[in-house]
């Protein structure tokens, strides 16, 4: 990588991206957006999209009234204060309640991945009929597979070859405030595997395995700053590891591995 | 953050930095590499430090055949595998063991964070008589204070207002990899505080505590790449907060919010 990682890497919100809403083509709505930021791509490139415009793209919506709680989430909202139909979708996304505590339940999510109250969100889901307190916004469905068709799709329209990432924000265990990290992905590599290389003495690397997408997701949350809709999509240029076919299943550390479940 | 939010963040590896020995002067080591890199520094930008050198500048590597391990540290030892001289060193460095497990002892640091091993280094740390692998290189004693320093030997240089972040490689608690993140820093904020903002839909933003500073570290390790010494110096243009003090206590959750200890 060295020749590779002495280049810039150069991140740019695009802008002037519309208000994303159900059944978009999200790829065309990329495509324009790149033109309209004079960004013409080429092979290597990565394309960072918060997760909030995939979700609301593929209808991921819910109007908590068509929801109605089971004795659990009844519980678990009495618990922590937290509306009873949101804890009920808090659950249908979750294999496991990790921590609870008022206002926070910590899960695994279905995806794999661990964070606070399985990522629903209720900011930046517009108003309807002056009920806006009432919709939440669940993450996309498969971060994975939604990765790998806006890849495919603007691979194809540009005739390059590139990365897409979709992160989010989470918290962290130890530490106050959120970073971006990524939920699903496709086209560079999750886990960049240092493991063998000498380093500069000879003395064999020991802390060799890169979470590079998580890196490359922060940064980009970076530019994309506070959770409005606003800088939804970050170019990525000189991303300094070789793209290959990646999926968000390297990321989640085995169970038997966990030391803080 | 609007106009800011939507300039290019540019993150660049200085290149030719020498090896750093005990007793170097690292700002004028930083000088000179600015320079001979053609980087003007402006007011805003942002020099990412990997903490190696930044620990070997200040003399921070240990012979360990002049350490004793109590007995404590040989019981460790021998419950991890690991060398009680470097268990002896951990448990110096820090004020708590959260969890122990083969090759891994993960306490909380003196300076406030969580991480494995006390963020203990074997690695790159030069032979000396053919018996490299009985030194080791601790953390820096006082990161935030390191950053300060810094910052002021070049901002004096150069006379422009710029920020500093330490950062090392740490691994999380459910996600494979490592990422890095800042153990000390000078001159931005560690927490973008965005609470009370307004979101698009004038919804109260609720996930409004940005770890900004992590989120660059992040960025920064990407092109640092793997621990080698080769790129552990990186220029941020457009981090796009104003930059203000700052200071790593803004990072560690209060023990009292800790749901993971």
Chains 1, 2 share one sequence.
């Not at 063998?196 to 997701?217: H, N, S, W």
Request: charged fraction near 30%; charge should be negative; proline fraction near 5%.
């Amino acid at each position: 990588m060295s020749s590779k990682g002495r280049s810039p890497l150069i991140l740019t919100a695009l802008e002037r991206i519309p208000l994303v809403q159900q059944g978009n083509d999200l790829a065309e709505i990329l495509l324009h957006t790149l033109k309209d930021n004079k960004i013409d791509l080429i092979d290597g490139d990565v394309l960072v999209i918060a997760q909030k415009i995939i979700s609301k793209a593929e209808g991921r919506k819910i109007d908590l009234n068509t929801i109605t709680p089971s004795k659990r989430a009844e519980d678990l909202g009495e618990e922590t204060g937290k509306d009873p139909r949101e804890v009920e979708l808090i659950l249908r996304e979750s294999t496991e309640v990790l921590r609870v505590r008022p206002g926070l339940i910590i899960v695994e999510h279905h995806r794999g991945f661990v964070c606070a109250n399985a990522g629903i969100d209720h900011s930046n889901v517009p108003a309807e009929g002056g009920r806006d307190q009432d919709f939440v916004l669940l993450l996309p469905e498969n971060p994975d597979k939604s990765a790998q068709e806006l890849r495919r799709k603007v691979e194809e329209a540009e005739g390059v070859q590139i990365g897409v990432v979709i992160n989010d924000s989470h918290g962290r265990a130890w530490r106050n405030g959120t970073v971006g990290i990524s939920i699903g992905f496709s086209g560079l590599p999750g886990i960049v595997d240092l493991r063998g290389k000498p380093d500069l003495f000879d003395y064999q690397l020991r802390i060799t395995q890169i979470a590079a997408v998580d890196e490359l997701a922060g940064a980009a949350s970076l530019l994309m700053g506070q959770a409005d809709e606003g800088l939804p999509v970050v170019h990525v240029r000189g991303f300094p590891y070789p793209l290959r076919d990646g999926s968000f299943q390297e990321l989640p550390r085995e169970h038997s591995k966990d030391l803080f479940r």
